[in-house]
């Protein structure tokens, strides 16, 4: 039988649900001939070229953050979509690894929360990539090796910390925001029309090849004329863009490692999701990733530290198999602020501790469908 094509599957009724099963599926692989791919640079009908302000952002800004001058960014529109903007990976070579290390090693670090937190105490979850290290690069035994707490991590929060249950922020549960990523995130968004871009809150999510993330909408932020901003790194994915109903059928496009999304103004509060995490293109994490040692471009003009050798190879080992995802949001417009939530431990309604909860719940039940959890 021929293989059928998503756009051929559904209308109506729960398409968005039947097309993040149809993506998800393992066997027989679906027919990937309707996802997007703005990496191709093939124009297709719903490509459409979006507007940059170069003026905003000069090269040496761009550069002290990784990515390359604004003129020589791809950025895609999509038809239908206002507010959509698509990056194809913006970053100079070379600079992506300092990113990934920070993912891996930096973000997962006290003060930032992340789901080992959820049950385990904070003296075992104290230096994640240390504890890590030497289980990721050893060559495997043969037998069935416990997993390492870095193959464990799903999600990491920075700034305001998300609660998966209460679905709010917080103004007590905070810590500094990393100083690097609100500047990555203030470039990357001042290019594409918002000035002073306030980077409050960040959710980093780690897809083994295996994961998924079930179909929802952003909305706990207050202000939603702000952007928020996507980033991807290592192993690809099928992203879903839906409408502002939660059954509106999705479009799919590809997120390669580099490529940046910038969900703004009408297209801020639609549905979305990753059924399926796909293998890079051949050489692309090669070519894009490719090494620590830094061209001398960057070398002179960046703030990046150097990613050493051997944080290196535990990066890439760990991103031959995995994508990072890290999402960036302000959370207050002017004059806004947060309510306190009483002290932690959270109680959910089911009367348990936030850490008493196991596995799938990592990402609260209605959110997540983050599979093979721990
Ligand atoms: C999110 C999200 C998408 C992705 O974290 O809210 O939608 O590309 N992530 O992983
Ligand atoms: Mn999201």
Known sequence: MAKMAASTVVRGEDAFKKIFKFYKRKSPPPDFSDVTDFSKGVPSDKMV???LDPSVVSDAEAARVGLQPVRDWRAFGLQGYPGFIFISNPFLLGSQPFWVRQCLKTYPQK??????????????????WDK???GLSAPPSGRREPKTLLERLRWVTLGYHYNWDSKTYSANHYTPFPADLHLLSLQITAACGFQGFNAEAGILNYYRSDSSLGIHVDESELDHSRPLLSLSFGQSAIFLLGGIHRQDPPIAMYMHSGDVMVMSGQSRLLYHAVPRIVSAPQGHTATQLAGCSRTSSLQDSTELDT???????????????????VTVRQVLGPGQSLPEAPSSPQKTAA???AWDRDGAAD?????SVNTSQT
Do not use: F
């Open 307 to 325: 990613v050493s050798e051997e944080d290196w190879a535990v990066c890439c080992k760990y991103i031959q198999s995995s994508r990072l995802n």
């Open 132 to 134: 890590s290290v030497h």
């Open 49 to 51: 070229p979006a507007a």
């Open 351 to 353: 009367g348990q501790t």
């Open 363 to 367: 990402r609260g039940s209605c959110y």
């Open 111 to 128: 003060p930032n929360v992340c789901n080992l937190d959820m049950h385990m105490s904070p003296s075992l979850t104290q230096d994640i």
